[in-house]
C-alpha cells in the first residue's frame, strides 16, 4: 500500500539569502540616515553656539562703541591695521570708554580708558577684549600706528591687563607661506572697518 506524503511549505535557499541581502540592504539605509541625523544634530548644535557667541561679542562691542567719548583728535572708536606682507589687517578695534567723565576732555585718552577687542596671537581662535586699569599713560597719536602696535603687543604679554574671551569659536588663517601650526602667521578672521559721519572731509563745515 502506498503512503502519500503532504507537501510541507517551507523557504529554498534563494529566496532565505534574496532575503538576507534585503535585510542588509535596509540595515545599511537605516545606519547611513542615523549617520546623516546625527551630523545634521551636530551641525545644528554648533552653529546655534556660534551665533550666540556673535550676538554677545556684538553687543558687548555695539555697547561700547555707543558710550564712547570723542574728540576731533580722537573719534571715539578706530581700527589699528598691521601690515604683513602686502596685506594689511585691521583686527584690532580701539574704543575710548571711560568709567564717568575723561581724565583728559580735549584728549588724549588715558590707556587705562581704552578698550580693545582682537584676537589673541596665541590662540588666534580667541576674540579677547582688553583694558588696562592701572595704565595711566597717554594714549599715542592716530597717526602713530607702530606706536599703537607696541601698545597692543604689551597688552597682549602683560599680567595685569584684564582680558575677557568673548568667543573661541573665532575662524583662523594662514596669513603668510607657512603651513606650520605653530607658525606665528595664524590669525584670527576678524577685520574691523570704521565709517565716521560726517567724514573727515566734512567735519570742518560742521564746525564752521
Known sequence: ??????NRAGVSLVELLLAVAVMG?????LSALAAAVHTSNDYAITHGEMVQHARVACGRIESACQSAYATPDYPGFWSVAETNGSYTFPDTLVMWAPNGAPANADGPPLMSELVLVTFDPAAPNRLLEIRSPADNRA???LANNSAWLSEIAALHSSNTAEKVQLTDLLRV????????????DWRGVVRFETRYHPTAAEWPSYQA
Open 1 to 6: 500500500m502506498f503512503q502519500r506524503h503532504r
Open 25 to 29: 540592504i535596509l540595515a545599511v539605509s
Open 139 to 141: 594714549a599715542p597719536s
Open 173 to 184: 588663517g594662514n596669513a603668510g607661506s607657512s603651513a606650520d601650526v605653530s607658525s606665528t
